[in-house]
Structures are given as C-alpha cells and as structure tokens.
C-alpha cells in the first residue's frame, strides 16, 4: 500500500465516523464524537500538507 492509498484509507475511516447517527446524546454523543475525533486526528497528522504546514493549528510548534 502506498501513501496516497493509506491517507485515502484513513479519510474513509474518519469519514465513516463523521456520518454514523448525529442524533445521540450524553455519553453515547461524547463517546461517538471522540471516534470521529481519533479517525480525523489520525487521517491530517498523516497528511503532509496539514501537519506540517507552519502557521496551521496542527505544526508541532504552534500549540
């Protein structure tokens, strides 16, 4: 598998997430929002252009 193929196979990851039942609430919601949250943190610090990219809220140096 190459790079492009993976990065395609996370964003499918978090967009699966993204699109499972928004009508949740308490912790079924927290618990759902937090696997979106994992698959789309783990599909843009893979992606060069957005974990990398000075003056993005996900540079390593800019907190």
């Known amino acids: 598998m190459d ?3 993976r990065l ?3 964003q499918t ?3 699966a997430e993204r699109a499972k ?3 949740l609430d308490g912790a ?3 618990a759902q929002w937090q696997c979106w949250f994992t698959a789309a943190e783990a599909s843009q610090t ?3 252009s957005t974990s ?3 003056g993005s809220a996900r540079h ?3 907190g």
């Open 46 to 48: 893979a992606s060069p």
């Open 13 to 15: 990851e978090a967009d």
């Open 60 to 62: 390593p140096d800019d």
């Open 52 to 54: 990398r990219k000075p």
């Open 21 to 23: 039942p928004t009508r």
């Open 8 to 10: 395609i196979e996370l």
């Open 28 to 30: 079924e919601h927290a």
């Open 3 to 5: 790079i492009l193929d």
